[in-house]
């Protein structure tokens, strides 16, 4: 992690909640954690699977970059609340907070409750709430602060198979940045959220392939890559990059802008199923 003479983020700490993997590979929880990492940020990688947070710092700490693990239930508000006050207890400031959390249920409406609705909801918004307010005080003391959120491109347009809850939820997640940028642009708080598309992550062979019909992995895999324009789904690096410039001086100027990483995808008509 030597590249630049002066990483673009050394002396920062960053938290990074839905820092794990549900399954062997890189996700975009982890891949964020080493690309802040890379460029000098003390992360702090955080999930609910302590040990999917443990690989990430691990795989952080061999690239010789400087991270811990932290456990955190984003469907607990005192749990997401003592997370975010052991970061600031421990390091005396918080500088990035990038909130990379997705909970769904693919399939018709009519199969997800009411409590299912509850529990979308409470993971890919309140959490969003819940984090934001307990690093807004230290943030604002510093004179200076990153939220981020990853939104998905099912916030904006029809994914090619049912996913309501979610879909509605990334919507909302977005518009949420969006509002809170706005009220915190005085304090020089900068909140924004990444529109992933199409990302190939260990995530989609859990938790899409029966969304897929009757496709076995490999058969969904080339549907997705086939649906975008750049002939490829999206790598959870590709993601990571746009976090690492919203999370920068670069981007010193942005706020309450929804970045769409998508390989083209949001710009035509075609559809992930219908290949």
């Known amino acids: 992690m030597s590249?630049?003479?002066?990483?673009?983020l050394s002396g920062r700490v960053a938290l990074v909640i839905g820092a794990g993997s549900i399954a062997p590979g890189i996700g975009i929880g982890r891949a964020i954690c080493l690309t802040l990492a890379r460029e000098g940020a003390h992360v702090v990688a955080a999930d609910n699977d302590l040990a999917a947070a443990q690989v990430t710092c691990d795989m952080v700490a061999e690239a010789g970059g400087s991270a811990?693990?932290?456990?955190?239930?984003v469907l607990d508000d005192a749990s997401v609340e003592?997370?975010?006050?052991?970061?600031?207890?421990?390091?005396?400031?918080?500088?990035?907070?990038?909130c990379n959390v997705g909970l769904g249920k693919s399939g018709p409406s009519e199969v997800t409750s009411a409590a299912d609705w509850r529990r979308i909801s409470d993971a890919n918004l309140t959490s969003l709430?819940?984090?934001s307010q307990a690093a807004i005080p230290t943030m604002r003391a510093q004179g200076?602060?990153?939220?981020?959120?990853?939104?998905?491109?099912?916030?904006i347009r029809y994914p090619g198979f049912p996913h309501?809850?979610?879909?509605?939820?990334?919507?909302?997640?977005?518009?949420?940045?969006?509002?809170l940028a706005v009220e915190l642009a005085p304090d020089n708080i900068r909140v924004n959220s990444i529109v992933a598309g199409l990302i190939d992550t260990p995530r989609i062979g859990v938790t899409l392939a029966k969304s897929y019909g009757d496709r076995d992995e490999a058969q969904?895999?080339?549907?997705?890559?086939?649906?975008c324009p750049m002939g490829r789904m999206g790598s959870a690096w590709d993601i990571a990059e746009a976090a690492l410039f919203l999370a920068s001086d670069r981007a010193g100027y942005i706020t309450g802008t929804s970045l769409v990483v998508d390989g083209g995808l949001s710009a035509t008509v075609r559809q992930p199923a219908a290949v």
């Open 3 to 8: 590249g630049m003479a002066t990483p673009e």
């Open 68 to 73: 811990e693990t932290s456990e955190v239930d």
């Open 82 to 98: 003592a997370l975010v006050a052991r970061v600031i207890d421990r390091h005396g400031r918080l500088d990035i907070l990038h």
């Open 129 to 131: 709430h819940v984090a």
């Open 144 to 155: 200076a602060g990153v939220i981020t959120i990853t939104s998905s491109i099912a916030g």
């Open 164 to 179: 309501l809850a979610y879909s509605a939820t990334k919507a909302a997640a977005s518009h949420f940045a969006t509002a």
């Open 220 to 227: 969904m895999r080339a549907a997705r890559d086939a649906s």
